[in-house]
């Protein structure tokens, strides 16, 4: 079993930074690759990134790519998302999520076993 924290959400101006955490208690988080989720009102849970066990391979969702930074340490139990030039399109609860199942390759909410309970952000115009 994992459990994840998620921590560093709030309020910022568009072209804006912000950096989330997960932390995540259990022995296994070393183990799994971890995935950032995303979640506005009124739409489908999407696909933000992944990083791979040792964190050297990254995938990230196309509407992030170059904007969005995903890295862990795992001597902490804790992965971040580094967000910079932020957009109001960005506004959402993050999620961050692992389980067994998850590759390096895992986009698909279903593919995630734990998940932390968010964190909002708000990106103002």
């Known amino acids: 079993q994992v459990q994840l924290v998620e921590s560093g959400g709030g309020l910022v101006q568009a072209g804006g930074s912000l950096r989330l955490s997960c932390g995540a208690s259990g022995r296994t988080f070393s183990n799994y690759p971890m995935g950032w989720f995303r979640q506005a009102p009124g739409k489908e849970r999407e696909f933000v990134a992944v990083i791979n066990w040792s964190g050297a391979y990254t995938n990230y969702a196309e509407s992030v790519k170059g904007r969005f930074t995903i890295s862990r340490d795992n001597a902490k139990n804790t992965v971040y998302l580094e967000m910079n030039s932020l957009k109001p399109e960005d506004t959402a609860v993050y999620y961050c999520?692992?389980?067994?199942?998850?590759?390096?390759?895992?986009?698909?909410?279903?593919?995630?076993?734990?998940w932390g309970q968010g964190t909002q952000i708000t990106v103002s115009s």
């Open positions: 999520a692992t389980g067994p199942a998850v590759t390096s390759y895992s986009r698909r909410p279903g593919d995630y076993a734990y």
